[in-house]
């Protein structure tokens, strides 16, 4: 995102209607709503800067899922991927027009298709057939940050990444483009400017299209997320707050039910100190315990999403029971958690102490 803001971008973003969609891609439509893509696209190839990248999820011949990402030049410019084996392309890959197409493969996808090797895959964005040849090999857990919510990423583990080439700008297809048109980065071009190619976009009502600031992006994020996080914290402050006065009401309880016993026990040669000890080793044990079913359920939940076919490009990347940030994230509210409800017993226990216990014999 610092790429970003460093220089002035713009991004676009979809907001053509469902009723655009349906009336432009039928199939009686479809030859007319190319040919406008087609002619956005050379007026913003001929014109502007720009970052773009398309992504369709498609099948290898192994019946592997992964998703065929189509890039220009200047998407590295933006997206700083690292390159584990072999290179990145090169100006000659985005002009060639060699029969075997130069790729780049994520983690996963070259353990069936090593770097140097050939294979042929259908680009269903296209719904060609085509050649392709490794030429790099994308680091583990390379991915693509949302330039809307900033806390998401699209991981490329399932990922192979193709150069846009000129045949492929001559072949242009609505399809194509509307996918690169959430994303599409536009560089070192005025509002002015931007309001032109947002005309060419939106003329004869094929597609809505707005380009908008990344610094307006990232404050609409931020806006957005600070009312959800807000509602969070006072509704998870809430639960604290009545979770520790039923545990201070529940320890209440129980030492004075049992002042009796603690009463021998201490003119036995039990000290007060044990007493506050044993209700925290007690309230630590109940800690321990509550957090097991929490950690069950987030674990099979971020399992469930991480082995999941649908967005291949996006699953999460375990490399333990939970996402890095999620384990933080438990372990955190575990230790708040733990030094609240221990505090408020040995405010309790000491409490407690100070009180002058009856030692009851028989009935009386």
């Known amino acids: ?131 392709y040849q490794v030429v790099g090999v994308l680091q583990q857990n390379a991915n693509v940050p949302s330039v809307y919510l900033l806390d998401n990423q699209n991981y490329l583990n399932n990922t192979i990444i193709r150069p846009l080439r000129r045949a492929d700008k001559m072949n242009l297809t609505a399809a194509q483009l509307l996918a690169a048109a959430q994303d599409l980065i536009i560089f070192d071009s005025s509002r002015t400017e931007l309001n032109k190619l947002t005309s060419k976009f939106n003329q004869g009502d094929f597609f809505k299209i707005r380009f908008i600031s990344v610094e307006k992006n990232i404050s609409d994020f931020y806006d957005s997320y600070r009312g959800t996080a807000i509602m969070f914290a006072i509704f998870s402050l809430a639960i604290m707050v009545i979770a520790v006065l039923i545990i201070v009401w529940n320890t209440w309880n129980c030492l004075s039910e049992e002042q009796s016993e603690i009463a021998l026990r201490i003119s036995l040669g039990m000290r007060q100190k044990d007493v506050l000890s044993a209700v925290i080793i007690y309230q630590l044990l109940i800690d321990i315990l509550a957090i097991v079913p929490v950690l069950l359920y987030a674990g099979s939940y971020s399992k469930m999403l991480a082995d999941s076919s649908v967005g291949s490009s996006s699953q999460i990347v375990l490399n333990g029971l939970l996402p890095r940030a999620e384990t933080a994230s438990l372990l955190i509210s575990f230790v708040l958690m733990l030094l609240i409800t221990v505090l408020a017993i040995a405010l309790v226990a000491a409490h407690f102490n100070g009180k002058t216990l009856a030692l009851r014999m028989g009935d009386e």
């Open 1 to 131: 995102m610092q790429t970003l803001v460093k220089r002035k971008v713009y991004v676009g973003n979809d907001q053509s209607t469902g009723k655009q969609f349906s009336q432009n891609f039928k199939q009686k439509n479809l030859a007319k709503t190319n040919a406008h893509a087609r002619k956005v696209f050379a007026y913003l190839d001929k014109n502007y800067h720009y970052s773009l990248r398309w992504s369709f999820d498609s099948n290898l011949n192994n019946g592997d899922s992964v998703s065929i990402d189509t890039v220009n030049s200047n998407f590295f410019k933006f997206y700083l991927l690292h390159i584990a084996a072999g290179r990145s392309f090169n100006s000659a890959d985005y002009k060639s027009s060699s029969y075997y197409i130069p790729v780049l493969v994520g983690a996963n996808v070259v353990k069936s298709q090593p770097l140097g090797s050939k294979f042929t895959a259908v680009n269903s964005s296209s719904g060609k057939k085509e050649y």
